[in-house]
């Protein structure tokens, strides 16, 4: 029997920011596909190159930034050929994201329950009523209590947490069969991040909807993704299942992410790790690996020779000269 095609198909994407002091190879050149209901975590510090996936896969990408190459097949389809107004069918209807502030989702204009009617009539095109009846039951499947009194509310008479969860509720509307949440949770207090995130998976799960959940910490996707992707100046550097990626992590980067989570488990006192220096400047990368200049395990080869980069054929791979040929607990040296 054959395989299912991909649901999402990324192939050698480069997304650039075109400035005055050079070109800003934000996403350079990265390969990664994803199933019907696949959670997907892609990880990284700021400045990775996560956010410019999202933003170059949902068609939201302005200037001085350019897709200058590669595709992005959805369901078959290469996004990047479509004009403006066709991708607005396809966004929110069938990908919908979610941002790390729920008030850039929200108009502080109008009430929540005409911004949830207006998607739905939109995309879905229901009869005023319709729309109405839905958008209350969705805000009632997100836990919003009285959802037919607060229905009625504007953005800025929710919480921080309640708004976020109406953010859900008007990303999963439309029944997406692709829900990019970026960093859903990191402007929310800890308790409520457990909550909406625990709410927010549960309900894509219901639904079958695949979710790519972007974060810098590796910890959130933990118990949360099948599978894990590492990104570093624009590029995937590590690929793999959750569990074995988290057991045996070959790059050293993504080693040092999870050394610098704090453990529950762990009280033997030590200080946690934190990867030395800084992000590269995306004008001029490092030549070689572009993770050298902050790698406790770089050689010469490191320097001049870049390695073999993640391409999305295997599903696990690690870009790294020296994948699994050191031991990362005992061998940190660096050129
Ligand atoms: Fe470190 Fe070299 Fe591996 Fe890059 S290729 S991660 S510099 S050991």
């Not at 009869?127 to 836990?143: K, M």
């Not at 959130?220 to 570093?232: D, I, R, S």
Request: aromatic share 6%; hydrophobic share 35%; proline share 7%.
């Amino acid at each position: 029997m054959t395989p299912d095609p991909p649901l999402l198909d990324v192939r050698d994407l480069r997304t650039y920011f075109l400035t005055d002091s050079g070109d800003v190879r934000a996403v350079d050149g990265i390969s990664f596909s994803m199933s019907k209901g696949e959670r997907l975590g892609v990880v990284g510090e700021s400045g990775s190159g996560k956010s410019v996936t999202a933003a170059s896969i949902m068609g939201l990408i302005e200037p001085p930034g350019s897709v200058v190459g590669g595709q992005i097949r959805f369901r078959g389809q290469d996004l990047l050929r479509l004009s403006e107004r066709e991708m607005q069918k396809i966004r929110g209807r069938e990908i919908a994201i979610i941002f790390q502030d729920p008030m850039t989702a929200l108009d502080p204009v109008f009430t929540v329950g005409s911004q949830l009617t207006e998607t739905l009539r939109i995309h879905r095109g229901m009869s005023r009523q319709e729309a109405r009846t839905v958008a209350i039951d969705t805000l009632a499947d997100v836990h919003i209590p009285s959802p037919e009194k607060r229905f009625k509310d504007y953005p800025h008479q929710f919480s921080g947490g309640m708004r976020q969860r109406v953010v859900i509720a008007m990303a999963l509307l439309c029944d997406p069969a692709l829900l990019i949440a970026d960093e859903p949770t990191t402007a929310l207090d800890v308790t409520s991040q457990a909550q909406v995130m625990d709410l927010m998976l549960g309900l894509a799960d219901d639904r079958g909807t695949a979710v790519m959940l972007i974060t810098h910490d590796l910890g959130v996707v933990a118990g949360f993704c099948e599978n894990v992707q590492v990104m570093y100046a624009g590029e995937i550097i590590e690929r793999g299942p959750a569990g074995q990626l988290y057991a045996n992590p070959e790059h050293p980067y993504t080693r040092g992410l999870l050394e610098s989570v704090p453990r529950l488990d762990d009280d033997s006192q030590t200080k946690l790790y934190s990867i030395r220096g800084v992000a590269p400047s995306m004008i001029q990368p490092p030549r070689g690996c572009r993770f050298w200049p902050r790698c406790d395990y770089a050689t010469d080869k490191c320097v001049s020779e870049r390695p073999r980069s993640c391409c999305g054929d295997s599903p696990k791979e690690c870009a790294c000269h020296f994948a699994g040929q050191f031991n990362l607990e005992t061998d940190r040296a660096g050129v």
